[in-house]
């Protein structure tokens, strides 16, 4: 069928409808109020009335006389319709027919409900007022939305859309269409690229659609219902139907969309419009058509024959009421009834609306829009099934484009849709093959899926949580995340990412879901199938993956390490012997090491020089050849009462060898030459042979301990354990304290072909929810048998430098890189594996790395701990040898000075009794000539202290 332009009725004729509509009226007529969007639907209302009014027996033998229409025009103002409706209350009606806009709907169905008066639409196609408990008394003979948008995305399969975008007017209208039409492209695997509003009452799209041209769209689904102003603004964009770019309008293929302005009908070749499709046959569209004057009216659209049917099943509805002559009786409010302010108090009602509104629920019967079917309602009085036709402007030699019918598209009460083309479909003034949503790389933005778990892919994949706008990005983890803004994605892969897009000229879009689902089961299920172009993230670039995918140069290289535990470092480190390690310059080791060294070249030195050198004596203090030796004769002869004649400086003689001793001055040799600052001399041979290799030996260890206790006193103890890394499994550490992250994936492969037959703390325990952060959490609990995580280097470091309990291990092994991924034979990778390579080869990724890679938390604390080195490192435990074995020969010190004193004191008085010996000697002299005192010698009574 071919919708023709309408010409505008003459002001006599609607006279004469509204007249014929109002007047006439007896008591027992049924009223019907009518709020239509046209003047065409206005005719079609008054048919219905005379249609049923020409039906013998229509009402049962019922007391109404004829059906009369009370008729207001919808200008799409809410506030204008609930004043009509409120209008038509007063007068008093049965049903209301309308509103024709879901906007007018939104705000009279209330109204509607108020009264318990039923209000049937035939053109408000909102889902939102299928919800029964707020719009009760809401009927449609014109099916919702959610069936027109699967019927738009089943054009798009038709046609091998894969990418589509959808703008939408601000209302609700708008708005729920396109949630509908983006949740049944979800479902079909169809990606929306981008999804934009623009204003209702102006219906301008120069603004969104400059941003959809950014964002590469070329497929539009266009939710509109003042469709001409909008095409106007696509066309004037240069964006209108051509070879490149396709429309597809839920509204607009009335008879009259764009009949004022023939130009712009032939910029729009090729622009395809949705509307109710209408079979063209059964008896009740012939007699609909027989009444109908084409000639004078044009061709009827499609809401105008549901207008028709709307107002047949009102009719048939009041008809088979429970109490029908209750129901042929219209509502009236009195003159002294508040119609909107009592919506929510105390308000007269219809006390036969229920029973209408259950009739309605129930009833079937044939209408003008049905066929040879009949019209039924679902449980939210919606219409049951949903049919569609797709128009499509056509020319024709000079014609300047009209909309042709070129398919139809059932949805049936269960949601499925099916398609039948009746003509091509004409894409440009040429009839040239159907536009594509792919014209390269840079045609549109690129749909790429990602792997990120809270936690779990730290630094490559993260999302700014410290963004309002990323507040969703963690949630459902179990399925596909569509909620996160590309701007939330952070970290290493997406640094990279954005800078390879930049060079390569391209957009792109992200999803993402958990790590938990899998790294191959991504590749497998999202990537390989066609529903994303590319999958991005810390992927290893494996050899069965390069089997079924097409794999980027990689844009980080990679091996595999152990990651442990530093409790189990440090107890490594600190087993074993360490008496003799001078790389610990304050152990009690070294301290007892040193004490035995000094002892046994002390001991040595007193063997070869004790009583041949005069600070050495032997056991008895002999030095032989001295005075010493002479007064220790004399001294011991007179103690044993010997008449030995004894002088003064026999007890000087004595008093010094009191102070060499020969055990202590070899022990103060030993100890001043082990700091080569001794004032002792060796006199024999073998004593100065031992002396030169005691000073040689002390030279190498005194430089050898000072550059240890410099390093010791500036650097942390290094681990001198020697770790294999991956080679300590099955050693080192046993097989079951492994753990694997992401299990089936690379860490997997790697376990099976490295350690075959060998089961790992969670190998092949079905639990796919192994992610690198459970075990971390396993790790660093000490009651678990974990000891070892196996993970890619890149993760492990970056782990390191945030988690300082924890450390890597021996070197890498398996060494790969990460890629991005693409199904076999992408058109996209040799343009992404370019722009990888020339970011490697400028340095961009080598400053990518080092923004995450540069510190963490760790190397803060040990900095810190650095700078605490230089002046706390030295505790009391690390001196507490030094203090033992100062304070001990501070003792000892102590021990000699006192016994010292002691003798000092008793040579003294010795020294005193022989001064008055002698004095008295002298005089005995002076008065006996006959004495002869010879060197000052005298008798003298025997000491009584030990020589």
């Not at 033992?884 to 010795?910: C, H, N, P, T």
């Amino acid at each position: 069928m071919v919708l023709r332009k309408s010409p505008s009725l003459l002001l006599m004729l609607k006279i004469l409808i509204l007249a014929t509509c109002i007047g006439g009226a007896t008591g027992n007529d049924v009223v019907i109020g009518c709020l239509l969007l046209n003047n065409q639907e206005v005719l079609a209302a008054q048919l219905a009335a005379d249609y049923i009014n020409s039906q013998a027996g229509f009402w049962s033998g019922s007391t109404p006389n004829f059906v009369r229409i009370n008729t207001t025009i919808d200008t799409g103002n809410g506030w204008n319709a609930l004043r009509a409706g409120c209008d038509m209350l007063y007068s008093g009606v049965n049903a209301i027919i309308g509103p024709g806009y879901s906007r007018s709907a939104l705000l009279l169905s209330p109204l509607c409900e108020n009264a318990n008066v039923p209000c049937i639409s035939h053109a408000a196609t909102s889902p939102s007022l299928s919800d029964k408990s707020k719009y009760p008394y809401f009927a449609r003979v014109v099916a919702q939305d959610t069936k027109q948008a699967a019927s738009m995305i089943s054009f798009a399969v038709e046609n091998s859309w894969q990418k589509v975008c959808i703008l939408h007017q601000d209302d609700d209208y708008g708005v729920q269409g396109a949630l509908e039409t983006q949740k049944a492209a979800i479902e079909a695997n169809i990606q929306v690229l981008s999804m934009l509003q623009y204003e209702t009452t102006e219906s301008n799209l120069t603004t969104i659609l400059r941003v959809a041209a950014a964002a590469q769209c070329r497929i539009f689904f266009l939710w509109c219902t003042n469709c001409q102003t909008a095409m106007e603004s696509a066309v004037s964009l240069g964006l209108g139907p051509s070879i490149d770019i396709a429309w597809l309008l839920s509204d607009g293929c009335s008879f009259d969309t764009f009949a004022p302005r023939p130009s712009l009908r032939r910029k729009l070749i090729g622009l395809n419009c949705l509307a109710p499709g209408v079979p063209r046959h059964g008896a009740v569209f012939n007699a609909f058509t027989a009444a109908w004057d084409a000639d004078a009216y044009g061709d009827p659209s499609p809401y105008t024959i549901l207008a028709f049917d709307a107002i047949l099943a009102a009719a048939v509805a009041i008809r088979d009421s429970p109490h029908p002559s209750a129901a042929s009786v219209p509502f009236t409010l009195n003159a002294t009834d508040r119609c909107v302010s009592t919506l929510h108090s105390p308000h007269v009602t219809w006390s036969a609306g229920s029973s209408v509104l259950d009739a309605l629920q129930t009833s079937t019967f044939q209408g003008a829009s049905s066929g040879d079917a009949t019209l039924r309602f679902d449980a939210s009085l919606d219409r049951l099934n949903g049919r569609y036709s797709i128009n499509n402007m056509q020319s024709y030699g000079m014609t300047s484009g009209v909309f042709i019918e070129t398919a139809n598209v059932v949805v049936s009460s269960n949601g499925s849709v099916s398609m039948e083309t009746l003509l091509n479909t004409q894409w440009t003034e040429n009839f040239d093959p159907r536009p594509s949503a792919i014209l390269g790389i840079d045609s549109r933005p690129l749909r790429l899926i990602s792997v990120m778990g809270e936690g779990s892919n730290e630094p490559f994949q993260m999302a700014d949580t410290l963004n309002p706008l990323c507040a969703r990005c963690y949630d459902n983890p179990s399925s596909i995340n569509t909620e996160c803004p590309n701007e939330c994605y952070k970290g290493v892969t997406f640094d990279v990412l954005r800078a390879v897009a930049l060079d390569a000229g391209f957009n792109f879009t992200i999803n993402h879901i958990d790590a938990s689902y899998g790294y191959t089961s991504v590749l497998n299920d999202f990537v390989l199938n066609g529903d994303y172009d590319m999958a991005v993230g810390d992927f290893t670039a494996t050899a069965s993956r390069a089997g079924i995918a097409s794999l980027s140069y990689p844009y980080l290289d990679l091996g595999l390490n152990l990651m442990v535990s530093k409790s189990i470092v440090r107890g490594s480190s600190e087993s074993g012997l360490e008496l003799f390690s001078i790389g610990q310059p304050f152990s009690t080791g070294l301290w007892i090491a040193i004490l035995v060294y000094v002892v046994i070249f002390a001991a040595m030195f007193w063997v070869f020089e004790h009583g041949k050198n005069i600070a050495v004596p032997d056991w008895h203090g002999n030095v032989y050849g001295t005075a010493v030796n002479k007064a220790k004769t004399h001294l011991r002869e007179r103690k044993h009462g010997k008449n030995t004649i004894a002088t003064t400086d026999d007890l000087d003689a004595f008093k010094q060898y009191n102070r060499d001793s020969g055990v202590v001055n070899a022990t103060y040799w030993s100890i001043t030459a082990l700091a080569h600052s001794t004032d002792l001399a060796p006199i024999t041979i073998p004593g100065k042979m031992l002396s030169m290799t005691y000073l040689i030996v002390n030279l190498i260890f005194v430089a050898s301990y000072t550059a240890n206790l410099a390093a010791f006193l500036t650097a942390q103890n290094e681990d001198t354990q020697i770790w294999q890394g991956l080679d300590d499994i099955g050693t080192t550490f046993p097989f079951d304290s492994i753990c694997l992250p992401n299990l089936g994936g690379s860490y997997e492969n790697f376990w099976d072909i490295k350690f075959p037959n060998q089961r790992c703390f969670n190998c092949r325990t079905g639990d796919a929810n192994w992610t690198f952060s459970r075990c971390l959490t396993e790790l660093k609990d000490p009651s678990s048998k974990v000891q070892a995580i196996v993970g890619d280097s890149t993760i492990n470091d970056y782990v390191e430098l945030q988690e300082c309990d924890v450390q890597t291990v021996g070197s890498l092994f398996y060494l790969q890189g990460y890629s991005f991924l693409t199904p076999p034979n992408s058109q996209f990778m040799n343009v992404v594996s370019q722009s990888i390579l020339a970011k490697r080869e400028d340095q961009t990724l080598e400053h990518i790395f080092g923004t995450y890679y540069g510190s963490g938390i760790c190397d803060v604390i040990s900095a810190q701990d650095a700078q605490d080195i230089d002046t706390t490192q030295i505790t009391l435990q690390d001196m507490s040898g030094l203090f033992v074995i100062g304070a001990s020969f501070a003792v000892l010190s102590l021990i000699l000075y006192i016994r010292e004193l002691q003798i000092d004191k008793k040579l003294d008085s010795e020294k005193r009794r022989l001064s008055l010996e002698l004095d008295s000697s002298a005089m005995k002299q002076v008065s006996n000539a006959a004495f002869k005192v010879q060197d000052h010698t005298v008798e003298r009574a025997p000491f009584d202290f030990e020589i």
